[in-house]
């Protein structure tokens, strides 16, 4: 760019810089008209050490005060002297980024953070005008046309598109908050539909409600799957997911199912390990899998018969032993199983739980995982990138561990991939709030999920797994997870607690922006984070295809719809067969 960027007439000087911190920078503004048209977000340019040089930053406070001054200090007259009241005009301004004309063998250059300090009487600068829309052209201009993720516009001035690097958004995780109703769905949709304009994008939704199925019809861009709710246990779509309860892990299952309080949960877990890792041998053995066998554990995702566990449970629990004259004595196990067993055969007939004990026959075969394996995390021609997987029939009670057995099935599978094999694939996690919470009041369900996000959060970047976390109540939300965050789209937040937690995954000169999370407009937000050089509000784009999520307009329908019994009935039905098919019977 061979032309300046910012290119300041007598109309744009503000004033002068009256103190430096090591953040901040207070400015004495002269132009008292000029100080009417500024607000809290607008930029403010500083002249550097040299002419070649501006310090860029962002207006937090805009004040004035009165104070006593000479009315007229050119009157010569020694009679009467003459005080009163005068405006003063001060600018706070946070410095982000340092822009230059010249820089080495380059020209027009912005980067991130401030070399050096603003010396005092330096002169400043509103950016407005074409100087704005030049500087926000820059920022955009030294990344490659397929890495910009286009979000909206810059609220200071609806011309310049509000652009940030795609690789960094998902490379080094992000997080979506902000209250109901702030258009935090909204985002979400926008941002997988602008991911699905890629030729091969790779991101797999987490939809707690059922909210983001729009985006998976016949005009959407997104491909739907749904965890089998219990009206879907003989259904064979493709679509229909099971998670069978062999995929768990040790600790996974016996979350569930073991009492710690009981004082027999000992002998309950050292039992259940053994049956389980036998049973897995067996599975090896009949499949041929030598060479398996000799390394898996006791955690390897492998086919088992439920039932089998049951009956090898339940033997244990009735078995006598052998006494002097071999008369028959209480077996070692002998009724130390039994609530164990109880719990276990509780989950086994519940139809809620259907979607993990009452795997489909292909389910519990060898050749079962590759197959759903490639179905998530490939993308390719005939695979569409974008995954919307409906949890929304998942129980509330175990919702964190089949959450989080999902999480860790496609973060192992990628760990282990031939590291040039290897795709990266985003993980969305909605309703967040939900089965990650604050590790201080998670329960024992809930901790194992938590593990598994907290070591993608940790690990991830390296093995090309990324987390979007979105949540209304960031307070609720594990800090582990959140503070391995390094890109924000924070809409409005008008909860104290939650914009604290926001604040404190701030850097400390960037606070003051957190001021005006409570004052955003619907769809408005900060973005801020290693995807952006410039930390601002913007204004999103409004998706194309909107999620189910908007909210009902009470008092008009209760002025001009009455309610529908008859779907009221049907209602009461589909609570009572605990799913959504639309039918009568």
């Known amino acids: 760019m061979a032309d300046e960027i910012l290119v300041f007439e007598s109309g744009d000087r503000v004033g002068r810089v009256a103190s430096v911190d090591t953040s901040k920078v207070l400015i004495d503004a002269e132009d008292q008209a000029l100080v009417t048209q500024i607000g809290i977000g607008n930029l403010v340019a500083i002249l550097g050490a040299t002419?070649?040089?501006?310090?860029?930053?962002?207006?937090?406070?805009?004040t004035r005060s009165l104070r006593d001054e000479l009315l007229d200090a050119d009157n010569d007259s020694l009679d009467v002297v003459e005080i009163g009241p005068t405006p003063s005009d001060v600018l706070r301004v946070v410095l982000i980024g340092t822009y230059r004309t010249v820089q080495g063998e380059d020209r027009q250059v912005f980067k991130r953070g401030a070399d050096s300090f603003p010396q005092i009487d330096r002169d400043s600068f509103l950016i407005q005008s074409a100087n704005l829309q030049r500087l926000m052209g820059l920022l955009a201009a030294g990344l490659e046309e397929h890495?910009?993720?286009k979000l909206g516009h810059f609220v200071i001035d609806s011309e310049a598109?509000?652009?940030?690097?795609?690789?960094k958004f998902f490379q080094r995780h992000a997080s979506i908050l902000g209250s109901t109703g702030s258009g935090k769905s909204w985002a979400v949709a926008l941002l997988l539909e602008k991911a699905s304009q890629l030729s091969f994008p790779n991101i797999l939704v987490l939809d707690m409600h059922g909210e983001y199925?729009?985006?998976?019809?016949?005009?959407?861009?997104?491909?739907?799957?749904k965890i089998a709710g219990p009206g879907d246990l003989d259904s064979d779509d493709e679509k229909i997911i099971r998670l069978p309860y062999w995929l768990l892990n040790r600790d996974e299952m016996l979350s569930m199912i073991l009492d710690r309080s009981d004082q027999n949960a000992p002998n309950q877990a050292s039992r259940f390990t053994l049956h389980i890792r036998n049973l897995k041998e067996k599975t090896l053995t009949d499949n041929n899998k030598n060479d398996v066998k000799e390394t898996f554990t006791?955690?390897?995702?492998?086919?088992?018969?439920?039932?089998?566990?049951?009956?090898?449970?339940?033997?244990?629990?009735?078995?006598?032993?052998?006494?002097?004259?071999?008369?028959?004595?209480?077996?070692?196990?002998?009724?130390?199983?039994?609530?164990?067993?109880?719990r276990l055969e509780a989950k086994l007939e519940d139809r809620r739980y259907g979607f993990m004990f009452k795997p489909t026959d292909y389910?519990?075969?060898?050749?079962?995982l590759a197959g759903i394996a490639s179905k998530l995390?490939?993308?390719d021609a005939d695979n569409k990138g974008i995954k919307i997987i409906d949890f929304s029939e998942v129980p509330s009670d175990v919702l964190p561990v089949v959450a989080g057995t999902f999480a860790r099935l496609l973060y192992d599978l990628q760990f282990w991939l031939e590291p040039e094999k290897r795709s990266p694939f985003a993980l969305v996690c909605d309703e967040a709030h939900i089965y990650l919470p604050v590790k201080n009041d998670a329960d024992s369900v809930e901790k194992q999920a938590?593990?598994?996000?907290e070591r993608i959060a940790k690990e991830g970047r390296k093995y090309g797994v990324s987390l979007v976390v979105v949540s209304q109540r960031p307070s609720d939300v594990s800090r582990t997870i959140l503070s391995q965050c390094n890109n924000f789209l924070v809409l409005r937040l008008t909860n104290d607690s939650d914009q604290n937690v926001v604040r404190k995954l701030m850097p400390d000169s960037m606070v003051g922006l957190t001021d005006m999370l409570p004052l955003l407009d619907t769809g408005e937000a900060l973005l801020l984070g290693d995807a952006v050089l410039l930390p601002t509000r913007i204004k999103l784009d409004r998706p194309s295809i909107e999620p189910a999520s908007g909210t009902l307009d009470f008092w008009s329908k209760w002025s001009n719809t009455a309610s529908d019994n008859d779907a009221i009935r049907l209602a009461v039905e589909t609570l009572r067969r605990q799913t959504r098919v639309q039918e009568e019977n």
């Open 51 to 62: 002419e070649r040089e501006y310090l860029i930053g962002i207006v937090e406070r805009v």
């Open 213 to 225: 199925t729009p985006l998976t019809g016949d005009d959407g861009f997104s491909q739907g799957y």
């Open 363 to 368: 389910a519990k075969e060898y050749g079962w």
């Open 147 to 149: 890495e910009k993720l």
């Open 377 to 379: 995390i490939g993308s």
């Open 161 to 167: 598109d509000a652009i940030a690097s795609g690789d």
């Open 450 to 453: 938590l593990a598994t996000f």
């Open 298 to 342: 006791v955690d390897s995702p492998i086919p088992y018969e439920i039932d089998e566990l049951v009956r090898l449970l339940k033997d244990d629990d009735t078995r006598k032993g052998v006494g002097a004259n071999n008369k028959p004595i209480k077996g070692e196990w002998e009724g130390k199983l039994t609530r164990f067993i109880s």
